[in-house]
């Protein structure tokens, strides 16, 4: 089972920035995708942004184009998020998951069997 483990969250003002990292470790020779998802209280999980393995074909809900940059880097085996011009709506639990499968854009909860514990990012008005 592929271990994933994240870090980086915190509390920032809105307009701020945080860069959330994802550290992958064990078999990791199957994994074709990983992703971040957030879930705010009382709220759904919801997919934020998608990446190969390779780092290739970058994907992002609608909400945070233009302000997240997802990324990977391939010797650390670490996956990050750059989050700038953060907004209290992107207040959530946010998860690093690993798997996915080639020829689609993996976005579905259902396409990753691995999760990381989640880190917290609270933006405040």
């Known amino acids: 089972q592929v271990q994933l483990v994240e870090s980086g969250g915190g509390l920032v003002q809105a307009g701020g920035s945080l860069r959330l990292s994802c550290a992958a470790s064990?078999?990791?020779?199957?994994?074709?995708?990983m992703a971040w998802f957030r879930q705010a209280p009382g709220k759904e999980r919801e997919f934020v942004a998608t990446i190969t393995w390779s780092g290739g074909s970058p994907w992002y809900r609608d909400s945070v184009k233009g302000r997240f940059t997802i990324s990977r880097d391939n010797a650390k085996n670490t996956m990050y998020l750059q989050m700038n011009s953060l907004k209290p709506e992107d207040t959530a639990v946010y998860y690093c998951?690993?798997?996915?499968?080639?020829?689609?854009?993996?976005?579905?909860?259902?396409?990753?069997?691995?999760w990381g514990q989640g880190t917290q990012v609270t933006v405040s008005s």
């Open positions: 998951a690993a798997g996915g499968r080639s020829g689609r854009i993996n976005m579905a909860r259902g396409d990753f069997g691995s």
């Open positions: 064990g078999p990791t020779g199957r994994i074709y995708a």
